[in-house]
């Protein structure tokens, strides 16, 4: 997935509040979501009550409470004389944890602080709300006898508390580090106006950019997952069908083996949509003689994953998609040969870049670089855009997951194709995570024979 775009998490957050989400985006949602019901509800036979369980289902593993106790061990050796405040969603806002926060507490409840130094850690959460309650089910509070053992905190404080606790952490610590959402920075700021208020993105980041052996689990879970997803696409792709109905077709395979769903939204452009970079629409008929190009990955455990295939709707590939295809498969390859400990994000796009444009022509002659619009890896976690992120300059080390994702897109020839794998950097070069769905033509083809 092309690392481009703010509203699927592409990097760090900017300081001020998130830009709203375009119609066509909500248009869209809607329309997805009546299809995935239309999937569940009808084709697949599944009664309402069994539907939601589906939706509901647990995965099968998780990150241990203790992995997140480690991480913060670990934040708090590199505060110094920094303290760090972070915010949970707040309460009414949509549901699903923030990312960062979440990676530190394990916590997902709406409304909760938590405050790190180098001495303390606190997790603060708010009053139990009986009337909210009635709505999402009994909420945890500071005063409840079990709060430490099922927070995993020693300290675990009523929000009331925060104020308090803040300012005596400032009497021995000069600096502050949070993210910079909402009204959240302005609050501290108000609480601390004369002390230097720092983004904590950077520092986070560093932390999220090497998985642990159980957040490398989850994301194959979300890899082989969505592998079954694409080879179903596969299988039901033909002419006369649309887009939307792949879509919903991944989707229920993601829902079924018990994943929360869709890492972001689905792309799956055929024709001249595939050379729209994040088409989001989904609502053209496919035709005979078209490419469509399918980008569409699993959440799983709260861990996300990211795979981009390119198919042909007739099951073969003609002459031209075909010599095109190779050259991205060729730049694929080139950009995964070069991802090792020491490495670093501009490499992987010069690897890709040079191969494309000293390999084929367009209908013109000229050189075919101009058509790779974008930066071909990111990281993959929590986010699907994770850390380290599509700029980030510092060198790979082994356990980051990123994405290896070259492409082409000429509009003039209504043709799109992009391959992307997630892939595990090795101490001694990168393991394919997605390579369970084949990338070679013959094989796609093969394997989408009815």
């Given amino acids: ?33 009546r ?53 949970s969603r707040a309460p009414g806002a ?28 606190i997790l603060f959460l708010p009053a139990r709300n009986p009337e909210v309650e009635k709505y999402v089910g009994r909420q945890s509070a500071a005063g409840d006898e079990d709060a430490r053992r099922i927070t995993g905190f020693d300290e675990v404080l009523p929000v009331s508390r925060f104020e308090a606790e803040f300012a005596r952490a400032l009497e021995s610590h000069a ?43 989850l994301i194959e879970r979300a890899t082989d997952v969505s592998v079954d997803a694409h080879k179903a696409a596969w299988k039901r792709m033909a002419p006369g069908l649309f887009e939307y109905q792949l879509a919903a077709t991944m989707t229920f395979v993601m829902l079924d083996a018990g994943c929360e769903g869709n890492a972001y939204d689905p792309i799956v452009g055929s024709g001249i949509n595939g050379t729209v970079l994040h088409y989001d629409k989904n ?34 590939f003609n002459p031209r998609q075909l010599e095109l295809y190779n050259i991205v498969l060729g730049a694929q390859k080139a950009a995964l040969a070069v991802i090792k400990p020491g490495t670093t994000m501009e490499d992987v796009n010069r690897a890709a870049r040079e191969y494309i444009d ?12 101009k058509y790779l ?33 070259p492409g082409l897109y000429i509009p003039e020839e209504r043709i799109g194709i992009r391959i992307e794998d997630t892939v595990l950097v090795t101490e001694d070069g990168v393991r394919v995570l997605s390579g369970g769905l084949p990338t070679n033509p013959a094989q796609i083809e093969k394997l989408m024979a009815k």
């Fill in 1 to 33: 997935m092309p690392p481009v775009r703010n509203a699927r998490g592409s990097g760090p957050p900017a300081w001020g509040p998130r830009p709203a989400p375009r119609v066509s985006r909500a248009r869209f949602r809607l329309k997805f979501r």
């Fill in 35 to 87: 299809a995935r019901a239309d999937i569940l509800l009808r084709m697949f036979a599944i009664r309402p009550a069994a539907a939601a369980f589906v939706c509901l289902s647990a995965v099968l593993a998780q990150v241990p409470q203790a992995e997140f106790h480690t991480r913060r061990e670990a934040a708090r050796k590199k505060l110094g004389d920094a303290v760090l405040v972070l915010f």
């Fill in 94 to 121: 949509e549901p699903g944890p923030d990312k960062s926060f979440y990676y530190l507490t394990g916590w997902s409840e709406p409304g909760a602080i938590l405050m790190l130094s180098a001495e303390r850690e």
């Fill in 175 to 217: 600096r502050i580090l949070a993210l910079p959402r909402g009204d959240n920075a302005a609050k501290l700021k108000a609480l601390a106006p004369m002390r230097e208020l720092s983004n904590a993105a950077d520092f986070i980041g560093a932390l999220r950019a090497k998985k642990s052996p159980a957040e490398i689990a």
């Fill in 283 to 316: 609502s053209r008929r496919m035709d005979l003689g078209d490419l469509v190009v399918m980008d569409v990955g699993a959440r799983c455990g709260g861990y996300d994953t990211d795979i981009t295939r390119t198919a042909p709707v007739s099951g073969k």
């Fill in 358 to 369: 000293s390999h084929g022509k367009d209908r013109n002659g000229g050189r075919l670089g």
């Fill in 373 to 405: 619009t974008h930066k071909i890896s990111h990281g993959v976690g929590l986010d699907v855009h994770d850390y380290p992120t599509h700029v980030s300059a510092e060198p790979f080390e082994a356990g980051m997951i990123i994405t290896a994702e």
